[in-house]
């Protein structure tokens, strides 16, 4: 199985997304789960905020070079399950690459949350903010891993 997460320019919310979640499908044992994120408007030339490795390192995630990845047709063909953050993102993969909407879905819906489900971008904001946003994902990615579980079993 290949999840997919996709937020703006992949270096805040769907980083958090990919390495924790990934974390949680290697502490699961789980080896046929791939895990990769990238950005509607995701590039080489934009960098990962320190205030994302430092997160990263207090869930116990060290040693990520992270670099931004763009969305492009190969990421979503070869994705079978793929998460946007927000409405935006997943009306701009929608649109982009029509026929993918039975496997595109907004993150907090498919794991069943209602309430807010767009995740807000953290970019820029005070550390405060990035740690809500770590938060609401880390909420969201253990609903996924139960949704993941009920799956392979």
């Not at 990238?38 to 869930?59: D, F, I, M």
């Not at 982009?96 to 498919?110: I, Q």
């Amino acid at each position: 199985m290949n999840i997919l997460f996709v937020c703006t320019g992949n270096t805040c919310r769907s980083a958090l997304a990919h390495h924790v979640f990934q974390k949680m499908v290697a502490d699961q044992g789980w080896k046929d789960i791939r895990i990769s994120s990238c950005g509607t408007y995701g590039s080489a030339q934009l960098r990962v905020p320190a205030v994302v490795y430092e997160l990263l390192e207090k869930e116990g995630i060290s040693g990520v070079a992270h670099r931004s990845q763009p969305l492009t047709r190969e990421s979503v063909e070869q994705a079978d399950l793929i998460l946007g953050m927000s409405q935006e993102h997943l009306d701009e993969i929608v649109e982009r690459f029509p026929g993918v909407e039975g496997k595109a879905h907004l993150l907090r819906r498919f794991v069943g949350i209602e309430a807010d489900p767009d995740i807000a971008d953290p970019l820029g904001q005070p550390r405060e903010v990035y740690e809500s946003c770590l938060k609401t994902l880390k909420e969201s990615l253990e609903r996924l891993l139960e949704k993941v579980r009920e799956r392979i079993a």
